[in-house]
């Protein structure tokens, strides 16, 4: 089985333009998350989706906006990048639900972002 | 308080020696843990998950949970200079599913 999938792997954006990135959970994942890792610290949540509802939000600002689709993918959009907007994005999925092991976290490859 | 602590710096271990990284975390209620392998430039990689108290073994890999004292470690028998890279505690909050990081423990086996 295919595991997290993301795109772009690698681009570079100018200061305030927007980006969208984008991510296919593992087959029979429901469940969608975003983070942003910045260099030397531990991912950042952004964002949680479960059967195409938002269920967290992290503390960034409303130029951070995702949505989760009917084939349970995901897109996670910035508006007026700035510099500080450069860091590694990683899509995570889960089965979701309320059991242990049904909310054990796996991670696609991550997009590399750029803001220049 | 940081919701995930793991203080120590850089940790260098002799191939096949035991390389022991630690962990501290704030959330009493807190019922998930993982442990996740990152190497440069890549993205974290599940190698562990632990719900109870005590150890949990997975080949070399033993994590150990102690929620009394809200303390996750792991360690790595026979260090293998591929077990270079930087290790990330995390901890599963319910509700918006999210994990909480660590600011991550680089581990560097010399040959």
């Known amino acids: ?116 | 308080q940081k919701e995930v602590e793991q203080n120590s710096g850089p940790l260098s271990v002799p191939e096949g020696a035991i390389a022991s990284l630690n962990c501290t975390y704030s959330d009493r209620v807190s019922q998930s843990f993982f442990w996740y392998r990152q190497y440069s430039g890549k993205s974290p990689e599940l190698i562990m998950s632990i719900y109870s108290n005590g150890d949990k073994e997975d080949g070399r890999f033993t994590a150990q949970l102690n929620k009394a004292s809200q303390y996750v470690s792991l360690l790595i028998r026979d260090s293998q200079p591929s077990d270079s890279a930087t290790y990330l505690c995390a901890v599963l909050y319910y509700g918006n599913n999210r994990l909480a990081f660590g600011k991550g423990n680089q581990v560097v086996v010399i040959p």
């Open chain 1, 1 to 116: 089985d295919a595991g997290v999938t993301q795109s772009p792997t690698h681009l570079i954006k100018t200061r305030g333009q927007h980006v969208t990135l984008r991510c296919s959970p593992i087959s029979g994942h429901k469940s969608v998350s975003w983070y942003q890792q910045v260099l030397g610290q531990g991912p950042q949540f952004i964002f949680q989706y479960y059967e195409k509802e938002e269920r967290g939000r992290g503390n960034f600002p409303d130029r951070f906006s995702a949505r989760q689709f009917p084939n349970y993918s995901s897109e996670l959009n910035v508006n007026a990048l700035l510099l500080g907007d450069s860091a590694l994005y990683l899509c995570a999925s889960s089965l979701g639900g309320w059991s242990l092991t049904g909310n054990t976290i796996y991670f696609g490859e991550g997009s590399w972002l750029t803001v220049v």
